[in-house]
T-cell receptor, first 118, second 109 residues
Framework: GAVVSQHPSWVICKSGTSVKIECRSL??????MFWYRQFPKQSLMLMAT?????????EQGVEKDKFLINHASLTLSTLTVTSAHPEDSSFYIC??????????????FGDGTRLSIL | GQNIDQPTEMTATEGAIVQINCTYQ??????LFWYQQHAGEAPTFLSY??LDGLEEKGRFSSFLSRSKGYSYLLLKELQMKDSASYLC??????????WGAGTKLIIKP
């Protein structure tokens, strides 16, 4: 159980393009999902917490107008990187918890999206 | 503030045993998690400790001492595929995960 699917796995696009990444919980409902970014050889960094039916909570230093998060259903959250530039190239990973089993459940991760902006 | 410390890198030999330590200072405690992350991949869940003591799961075991703010992940009979980063994360009083920077484990033949 607790499977999280993330799509696409890999994106290469031109500078100025907007890119949408989807995160789905396949066998449970997730009122909260998490978006992380990881640069090569660096730590996992939480960008924002996505809340179903309400606004996302962004971490300090993350531009909410740059990284748009929509959590329209209990199984889907999307992250849109708007007007992407080369410095946005990174590994983006989503995660979710199956809190129907309790608040202390582990986060389960999608496979990640490798974003390369030319 | 909240802080998780773990060694940056460790090296061990195939077939041996290695212990990866993690110390933490957080606002409340609702459990400690260990994740494995291979290069270029997303983390995968390994273990969860909320009570003091040792939890064993095959070749991997995880230990917790809440009074000392300390945990370790023990890997036995090391295999080359165990080469990865191991992330320690603590769930605070708000059920938010606080992540360590990870320990890169290098296995040599």
């Amino acid at each position: 159980g607790a499977v999280v699917s993330q799509h696409p796995s890999w994106v290469i696009c031109k500078s100025g393009t907007s890119v949408k990444i989807e995160c789905r919980s396949l066998d449970f409902q997730a009122t909260t999902m998490f978006w992380y970014r990881q640069f090569p050889k660096q730590s996992l960094m939480l960008m924002a917490t996505s809340n179903e039916g309400s606004k996302a909570t962004y971490e300090q230093g993350v531009e909410k107008d740059k990284f748009l998060i929509n959590h329209a259903s209990l199984t889907l959250s999307t992250l849109t990187v708007t007007s992407a530039h080369p410095e946005d190239s990174s590994f983006y990973i989503c995660s979710a918890r199956d809190v129907s089993r309790g608040d202390n459940q582990p986060q389960h991760f999608g496979d990640g999206t490798r974003l390369s902006i030319l | 503030g909240q802080n998780i410390d773990q060694p940056t890198e460790m090296t061990a030999t195939e077939g041996a045993i290695v212990q990866i330590n993690c110390t933490y200072q957080t606002s409340g405690f609702n459990g400690l998690f260990w994740y494995q992350q291979h290069a270029g991949e997303a983390p995968t869940f390994l273990s969860y400790n909320v009570l003091d003591g040792l939890e064993e799961k095959g070749r991997f075991s995880s230990f917790l001492s809440r009074s000392k703010g300390y945990s370790y992940l023990l890997l036995k009979e090391l295999q080359m595929k165990d080469s990865a980063s191991y992330l320690c994360a603590v769930m605070d009083s708000n059920y938010q995960l606080i992540w360590g920077a990870g320990t890169k484990l290098i296995i040599k033949p």
